[in-house]
Structure formats: C-alpha cells, structure tokens
C-alpha cells in the first residue's frame, strides 16, 4: 500500500490475555519504530528495527512486551498477559533508514484491556 | 538526558487567529534534528517539519511558520490565520544520537491540542 498499514484498528481484550498487533511498513522502508500513545501522554518509544542489526528494544517497558520483524517489512508487536495500564493507541512509524528521516506513521491500533 | 516539552496542553482559538505552539527541549548532543507532527483527529500523524541544528533561520511555509533558537532551546511553531482544519495535536520531537552516534529514536513531546473555533 501507499503508507504504513497497521492491524487491527481497534482490539478490546481481558486481562490476562495475549494480545498481537500488526504493522505493515511502506516497501523499501528499511527502519520500523513502535511507539505507545496513551491518554494524556506523548509518544513512548518501544522498539526500534534497522534493517538487519538488531532491534533497540530499551523502550519496551516489561517482558510482557515483545516484537519481531520478519523479512525486514512486515513486524508483530506482542503483549502476554495483558494489564490494565496496557490500554493505549500502538503506532507503527517507518522510515528510509534511520530516526533523521521523515517518519510516516500508521494510524495505530486502540487496544483497550478490560 | 534528553526531554521535549510542550508546556501548552490546550489551546483554543477563532478561526484567522494567529496561535503560536511552544517547544523547549533539552539535550546532551551538540547536533541534532528537531520535528513537529500533527496529528489530526484521524489518529495518523503527519511530519510537518525537520531542522537540522545546524541551521537557526527561520522557515516559512505557507500560513506555518518555525523559530528556532538554539540559544533558548526552543524550537516554536506558528499558525498564521488559522483555519479548522488546523485543528489537531501537535507534538514537538527530537532525534537521539546524531551521525555515527545516532539511535534512530524521536523523543517526542506531551503534544498540544489546538481547536481552532469557526
């Protein structure tokens, strides 16, 4: 597609459940970020992908919290046993190459946790 | 460590009011990159800008325009004649790292609504 797809749009889950979200970047774009927007807040940096290096996972706040990208496009960010103050909007952002690039964003996924 | 803040949380106007968004940032490189994004109520943000550190003149483009004062650490955006559709978040942000020592992460601001009245 023209721009960064994120699935799905909306997902309301119980507590303790697993939940997976989806992030298909724009083709070719070689760095994929996920960030957490939560009521009131800014933007939280989570996980940050570069092609082929490994992900700077430092902002991802538990091991509950987990993402892969396979093939360098498509990525999963997973959270296990979800709680409570995991209710946010997750947005998917890619870029060319690097966070000094113009990032385009997904319209995020809203993941209420009951 | 680094910090982006917009002080402003709320602002409202009528429509052709000029309004001006506060940026303040903190940070321990000596180049960096500085954004602003809009986020309309489609949730989807939208990269408005980028200046580089290096650069300290101020860029005009359309009814926006941006100041940048490295002295003061602030980076402000103004709306000239603001109209409806400009109303949205806004959110300031700033690279970490720059160069060979840059991590690819934005530090983005807290965001401030604009609701821009007919």
């Known amino acids: 597609g023209a721009g960064v797809s994120q699935s799905p749009s909306n997902k309301v889950t119980e507590k303790g459940k697993d939940v997976e979200l989806r992030c298909d970047p724009i083709?070719?774009?070689?760095?994929l970020y996920w960030y957490r927007q939560s009521l009131g807040q800014g933007l939280e940096f989570l996980i940050y992908?570069?092609?082929?290096?490994?992900?700077?996972k430092s902002g991802l706040p538990s091991d509950r919290f987990s993402a892969e990208r396979t093939g360098g496009s498509v990525s999963t960010l997973t959270i296990q046993r979800t709680q409570q103050e995991d209710s946010a909007v997750y947005l998917c952002?890619?870029?060319?190459?690097?966070?000094?690039?113009?990032?385009?964003f997904g319209s995020g996924t809203q993941l209420s946790v009951l | 460590a680094q910090k982006v803040t917009q002080a402003q949380t709320e602002i409202s106007v009528v429509e052709k009011e000029d309004v001006t968004l506060d940026c303040v940032y903190e940070?321990?490189?000596?180049?960096?990159?500085l954004f602003w994004y809009k986020q309309p109520p489609s949730g989807e943000l939208v990269f408005l800008i980028r200046?580089?550190?290096?650069?300290?003149q101020n860029e005009i483009s359309g009814r926006y325009s941006w100041n940048f004062q490295k002295s003061t650490s602030s980076f402000n955006f103004t709306i000239t004649a603001s109209q409806v559709v400009d109303s949205a978040v806004y959110f300031c942000?700033?690279?970490?790292?720059?160069?060979?020592?840059?991590?690819?992460?934005?530090?983005f601001g807290q965001g401030t609504t604009l609701q821009v009245k007919p």
């Open positions: 952002a890619s870029s060319l190459r690097t966070g000094l690039e113009k990032l385009f």
């Open positions: 083709s070719g774009h070689t760095a």
């Open positions: 992908f570069q092609g082929n290096s490994a992900p700077d």
């Open positions: 940070t321990r490189d000596t180049t960096y990159y």
């Open positions: 200046r580089n550190s290096f650069d300290e």
């Open positions: 942000a700033l690279s970490e790292g720059y160069g060979s020592s840059n991590t690819g992460k934005l530090i």
